[in-house]
T-cell receptor, first 111, second 115 residues
Framework: GDSVTQMEGPVTLSEEAFLTINCTYTATGYPSLFWYVQYPGEGLQLLLKATKADDKGSNKGFEATYRKETTSFHLEKGSVQVSDSAVYFC??????????FGGGTRVLVKP | GAGVSQSPSNKVTEKGKDVELRCDPISGHTALYWYRQRLGQGLEFLIYFQGNSAPDKSGLPSDRFSAERTGESVSTLTIQRTQQEDSAVYLCASSSRTANNQPQHFGDGTRLSIL
């Protein structure tokens, strides 16, 4: 079945550091790929998405590129802020209707 | 409302009791999903509704779990004879279509604690 694997956290960074969260997927067909974010005390929010190979999703300074050859969708941000502290979830949506989520990566940015 | 609304936000109940969780999707969204998020884990798919089609129940963990939806409106998730392993945050999401590229919009969830 479909699956999503992302790096385990927590990831602790200093402000203005570079952030990468690795995500790889297995799926039948050609899935759409998503990153969701869950800030402390808040619900799950869509951060960005990419629907086909080589697409780049971007939002709030975050980027992720759909790499079909490596089945990856790594999330990056060049300079993190304290307000980026959250749990980040990678997800895929292929044939069928459900999202398949990774286990989540907690990111803590220290001032 | 503007977003997906879930109630109650928190529910504490004794083992063996039945619970009902409610989800009000974004107006006009035809697809509705239920997920479960256990502490420190990712989201597990439970059930999906699309219009008047038969729901996809493939993620329901046992026959104690059931869900209903009337048309394209409110959905209720019912857990009968609750067990401690049912403790989790139950999340509802809706989307405007079921195409792969349509994102799902999530509610804030119901945190269920079984004593």
């Amino acid at each position: 079945g479909d699956s999503v694997t992302q790096m385990e956290g927590p990831v602790t960074l200093s402000e203005e550091a570079f952030l990468t969260i690795n995500c790889t997927y297995t799926a039948t067909g050609y899935p759409s790929l998503f990153w969701y974010v869950q800030y402390p005390g808040e619900g799950l929010q869509l951060l960005l998405k990419a629907t086909k190979a080589d697409d780049k999703g971007s939002n709030k300074g975050f980027e992720a590129t759909y790499r079909k050859e490596t089945t990856s969708f790594h999330l990056e941000k060049g300079s993190v802020q304290v307000s980026d502290s959250a749990v980040y979830f990678c997800a895929s949506k292929a044939a069928g209707n459900k999202l398949t989520f990774g286990g989540g990566t907690r990111v803590l940015v220290k001032p | 409302g503007a977003g997906v609304s879930q109630s109650p936000s928190n529910k504490v109940t004794e083992k063996g009791k039945d619970v009902e969780l409610r989800c009000d999707p974004i107006s006009g969204h035809t697809a509705l999903y239920w997920y479960r998020q256990r502490l420190g884990q990712g989201l597990e798919f439970l059930i999906y509704f699309q219009g008047n089609s038969a729901p996809d129940k493939s993620g329901l963990p046992s026959d104690r779990f059931s869900a209903e939806r009337t048309g394209e409106s409110v959905s209720t998730l019912t857990i009968q004879r609750t067990q401690q392993e049912d403790s989790a945050v139950y999340l509802c999401a809706s989307s405007s279509r079921t195409a792969n590229n349509q994102p799902q919009h999530f509610g804030d969830g119901t945190r269920l604690s079984i004593l």
